[in-house]
């Protein structure tokens, strides 16, 4: 018998790509989540940019003449993409602190369904407001 170790992607949300209307829908999103999830969204696309340049700088300068600078080339590209991950990451973690119980363990179940690793957060607790009698 023969076990496998397969590390799972990331459970990402994509706030960054064009799901907002399905994330909204799907995990019944109220309207502080939504202005959350659109602050977020407008400073991702910033440090998107930001990044991008970057990479477009250093492709269009970067010498690229020996095998040597080839391989600093490649290393300081990895380096930028990296930089782009870990910005969307955060921007989902930082939307799914905002995530009640429920919402949580639907995007928990979610994550299970496609086998993926889910970002660990601790869910928000909603105050329900009690009505006077």
Request: hydrophobic share 35%; proline share 3%; net charge negative.
């Amino acid at each position: 018998m023969f076990f496998s170790v397969v590390n799972a992607q990331n459970c990402t949300l994509d706030i960054g790509g064009k799901n907002n209307e399905t994330i909204k829908t799907l995990f019944q999103l109220n309207e502080e989540q939504v202005s959350v999830m659109e602050s977020l969204q407008g400073e991702l696309e910033v440090k998107t940019k930001s990044v991008e340049d970057q990479i477009e700088k250093l492709l269009a300068q970067h010498p690229q003449s020996t095998e040597e600078d080839l391989i600093k080339l490649a290393e300081k590209y990895k380096t930028l993409q990296q930089q782009l991950v870990e910005a969307a990451y955060d921007s989902d973690k930082q939307l799914l602190s905002v995530f009640n119980v429920k919402q949580y363990e639907r995007y928990l179940q979610l994550c299970n369904e496609a086998i993926r690793q889910p970002i660990k957060v601790e869910p928000k607790n909603y105050e329900i407001p009690v009505e006077e009698e």
